[in-house]
């Protein structure tokens, strides 16, 4: 994704921009909320993390002049308020998404990915194929040597984040937050029941998903 951080706290911005960039992402940074707004407007990004604390306009204004504006572009709204009344003002001015300062990289990543999956409409024909395995995601169906697979809704969830990361491993937390969304409050061994059931549907391909020990699960490896 095209990601534009507009952080006013270079040394933050810059760290977080490397890390982006090291996950494949492309990422540029602007450290004022005039300049900010100017850029999010431009067409140019698929994604915008904005600081709400900012010079020259706050990112809660910014945010509400960008949909003034008509943008749809996902904003991703940082802060060090943890009051209740700041999240509802972030969200209510147009944020998709809002994470409180100090936050953990991996779920920065994780919230960028759930942003990226609901922006993102699937376009037809846009299969999904690891070894014997192929997931069309617009009718949600599942092959394995041409063999249909029937999953559940939860399962088939699973194996599609799975196969829209290759080559990337997906830690548990990240695969029940993007599956289950941030309000399911289940252990992370759901994530280990469902891979279990995955790979026994899918018979020998289901070796496609691999453990990574201590960590969580890939494709494409």
Not at 28 to 48: K, P
Not at 169 to 186: G, I, Q
């Amino acid at each position: 994704m095209r990601i534009l951080l507009i952080e006013d706290d270079r040394r933050l911005s810059e760290l977080l921009a490397k890390r982006l960039r090291a996950e494949g992402h492309e990422a540029e940074t602007c450290d004022n909320g005039v300049d900010g707004l100017e850029r999010a407007a431009s067409g140019a990004f698929d994604l915008a993390i904005v600081d709400v604390m900012l010079p020259g306009l706050d990112g809660v204004t910014l945010t509400s002049t960008l949909r003034g504006q008509g943008s749809s572009l996902p904003v991703l709204m940082l802060t060090a308020r943890d009051a209740l009344d700041d999240r509802v003002t972030g969200l209510r001015a147009g944020a998709d998404d809002y994470l409180v300062k100090p936050f953990a990289f991996v779920e920065l990543l994780a919230r960028i990915d759930a942003l990226a999956r609901r922006a993102g409409p699937v376009v037809a024909g846009a299969t999904l194929v690891e070894g014997a395995v192929v997931v069309d995601p617009m009718s949600r169906r599942v092959t394995v040597d041409g063999r249909e697979v029937e999953l559940t809704a939860k399962e088939f969830d699973l194996l599609q984040c799975l196969l829209e990361h290759p080559g990337r491993v997906l830690t548990r937390v990240e695969l029940k937050e993007l599956v289950w969304d941030f309000s399911f409050d289940a252990q992370t061994k759901v994530v280990d029941l469902y891979v279990h059931y995955l790979r026994k549907k899918l018979g020998p391909a289901g070796d496609i998903i691999q453990t990574v020990r201590g960590v969580g699960y890939a494709v494409g490896r």
